[in-house]
């Protein structure tokens, strides 16, 4: 199962690149501003750890070490996303250090926005649709200035060459036509039939996750290897580092249970044991009363079109207590939404166990999670794991901020908002509401369901990542609309629902379409769900008139004629959904993902395109990190440890790959 929110909620999708507030630090540092950096389609904003500087210096010298580990795994992803990226990134930095010409020459423009490119997707595929970026500079001006063989230049410039980092395309051969580089010499068939047999061969009742640290491998001979990921394996030198850097974190840990799962997660990393892993998992969801927390590992599967694989990534933060208050008042009345769910009852779990929920505050991204990164995260993925142990989920809530910061005034909501009731719905719950919704998302939805005895939790394949959000996704709209919410004191009224709902038609059928180039179809997971969820509320509630796309002078927008019909048609769709999930109904998967999370039309994509192109906003959004110094005395020993958020976007690239990178440039 895919747990991590790819995604910005309405209000964090359109995000302004001129806002910015100003808040004075308490060390004197320059006024701190949220909005930053643009180019291309992407803009950089800042996140604060505010509260950092109050914690002891036991948990801040925890954190210093956590977020080293953290920082070390960078190439590990670069390597994962494809085969060359290294080699890519480390031409392209040495050329922009050593470029001796005109800095604002067109070329030069145009070379350093590709770098900047490639530093945030950390590739060179678009972090969100996976397609190879276009250089806007020459072939020409590569080889005359960089130090760039004629091999690398035909990967960089030859568009048909590594098209798709991951292809998702039905009918292709998705592990030869995806340029990730977690198969070698290996066809989407073979693969499947590999991991097919260790699962044949294993424990069905307590599977590890098969495949989720190696590189699956064909060998001149023809066998099929698996190369793990381990401190003595592939990515060794640089998990060398993370496990150092763990073992110096943990004396400083906050329990013994903490230092427990710091110890099996080094032992996971040393042996690469599948089983070191899910105890690792379940020590972890079940340590529950640090402070401060950690997710450091090989996690998410959304870049293998298979949904094994799994990149690294990691993310270092610290409770919000006050903002937990509203999670852990979800998760102590898990039983009673889990009842009360829409789904048939033989997929509806008994008994819900530890889920446990909580707001924090990041205070390091890293690997999969750096720059783009989610704003709410549910683990463990293992489902057996999740059934026994429960789950952990949490709420980005400094990161939240950052984007709802960043998205004032910008002119969006009035472009494309059917009329003033929507506006007004929007400013006054918008930002409560998608709180709100990531929390049910990942504490609850996430959580919900169970999976028949005997089904396979990779059944749905190429189409799972795009099922479970919807799920959870379904799940938390279903609920908003709940008196429930408004008696728990979760919502002021029974109108602030409203908000969400009006967000997710219009994004899942207009205002998402910008992030697509014209012609394409949708291929991210989330993007897909929120289409499907869109598109299928939309024809089914066609009869009863439920919503409308209204054309007004030419544009097209979502107007919601019924509220609560619409409530009824998510409930139907999410028992839909559970029963495709629980029953691992492939056909059922790609029948509802192909008809509605896929296809688009092209005059409507066009006019949406077109709008939007006026309001001069970037689609997509990132953060450059805190910087964290540790002040020693004469002995070493850490007496402070200060954060700053002064360093600049290029700076910290530049930084991470001269301090962080220790991997060789060619991993095999």
């Known amino acids: 199962m895919k747990h991590k929110i790819q995604t910005i909620m309405i209000s964090a999708l359109i995000a302004s690149s001129c806002s910015n ?34 914690l002891t210096l036991k ?96 990967i960089i410039f030859n568009p048909e060459l590594m098209k798709k980092r ?54 001149e001979d023809g066998n099929i290897i698996e190369k793990k990921w381990t401190t003595e394996g592939l990515y060794g030198s640089a998990l060398r580092k993370i496990v150092e850097n763990l073992k110096l974190a943990r004396p400083y840990a906050e329990d013994e249970q903490q230092k427990k799962v710091i110890d099996l997660i080094v032992s996971y990393y040393e042996t690469g044991d599948l089983s070191t892993f899910d105890q690792y998992s379940i020590a972890w969801v079940e340590n529950t009363e640090p402070l401060i927390d950690l997710v450091n590992g090989f996690i998410e599967c959304y870049g293998d079109p298979l949904g094994l694989k799994c990149s690294w990534e990691s993310i270092v933060n610290f409770k919000d207590l006050e903002a937990t208050k509203r999670t852990e008042t979800l998760s102590k009345n898990a039983q009673w939404f889990e009842d009360n769910s829409p789904v048939a009852p033989e997929f509806k779990k008994k008994e819900v166990k530890g889920i446990s929920a909580k707001v924090i505050k990041a205070a390091i991204l890293a690997g999969d999670l750096y720059p783009s990164t989610a704003i709410g995260i549910n ?28 998205a004032k005034g910008n002119g969006m909501l009035q472009e494309f908002a059917y009329g003033p009731e929507e506006i007004e719905l929007i400013e006054k ?44 996704d379904l799940f938390a709209l279903y609920y908003l609309a709940d008196p429930k919410l408004v008696e728990m004191e979760l919502l002021p009224n029974n109108e602030a629902y409203k908000a969400s709902y009006i967000g997710q038609m219009q994004n899942g059928l207009l205002t998402q379409l910008v992030r697509i180039n014209l012609g394409s179809n ?117 007496t402070d440890v200060t954060i700053s958020y002064e360093e600049g976007y290029a700076e910290q690239m530049l930084r991470y790959s001269r301090d962080y990178s220790v991997l060789p440039l060619i991993n095999e």
Request: glycine letters at 6%.
């Open 166 to 219: 991951v292809n998702l395309a039905e009918g292709d051969d998705l592990v030869l036509t995806s340029a990730n580089n977690y198969y070698e010499n290996v066809t989407q068939a073979e693969a499947e039939e590999f991991y097919k047999k260790q699962k044949e061969a294993g424990d069905s009742k307590h599977p590890v996750m098969y495949g989720m640290n190696s590189r699956l491998s064909k060998t």
């Open 429 to 472: 719950y918008g930002d409560s509401t998608d709180d709100l919704h990531t929390d049910l998302h990942e504490c609850l939805g996430h959580g919900s369901g169970r999976l028949l005895d005997g089904v396979d939790g990779d059944s749905l394949k190429a189409y799972g990542s795009t099922i479970e959000e919807a799920r959870a």
């Open 522 to 638: 949708i291929e991210e997971a989330h993007m897909r769900n929120r289409a499907l969820i869109a598109r299928w509320a939309y024809e089914h509630g066609k009869k009863d008139n439920v919503m409308e796309l209204v054309k007004r002078n030419g544009k097209t927008y979502v107007k919601i004629n019924d509220y609560q019909k619409l409530r009824g048609l998510f409930g139907e769709l999410l028992a839909e959904i559970q029963r495709i999930k629980s029953t691992g109904d492939f056909a059922g998967a790609q029948a509802i993902v192909e008809n509605y999370g896929v296809k688009i039309d092209p005059e409507l994509h066009q006019e949406i395109l077109e709008r939007y192109k006026k309001l001069d906003i970037a689609p997509y959004k990132g953060f450059i990190n805190p910087v964290y110094t540790a002040i020693r005395d004469k002995q070493g020993n850490i």
């Open 59 to 154: 948990q801040k010298t925890f954190i210093y070490y956590l977020q080293e580990a953290a920082l070390y795994g960078r190439d590990i992803l670069f390597d994962q996303n494809g085969k060359y990226n290294l080699r890519i990134r480390k031409m392209l930095e040495d050329t922009y250090l050593n470029y001796q010409g005109d800095r604002e020459d067109k070329e030069f423009k145009a070379f350093e926005t590709y770098l900047k490119r490639v530093w945030f997707s950390n590739g060179i595929h678009h972090h969100y649709a996976s397609e190879k970026f276009v250089p806007e500079f020459s072939r020409e001006w590569l080889m005359e200035n960089a130090n760039c063989t004629d091999e690398i230049a035909e």
């Open 379 to 406: 683990l463990p993925n293992s489902n057996w794991v999740r059934a026994e142990h429960g789950s952990k989920s949490v709420t980005i809530g400094n990161l939240t901020d950052a984007y709802n910061q960043a």
């Open 21 to 54: 507030m100003n808040t004075p630090q308490a060390n004197q540092q320059p006024a701190f501003e949220y909005s930053n950096e643009r180019f291309a389609d992407l803009q950089m904003l800042r996140y604060r750890v505010d509260g950092f500087e109050n």
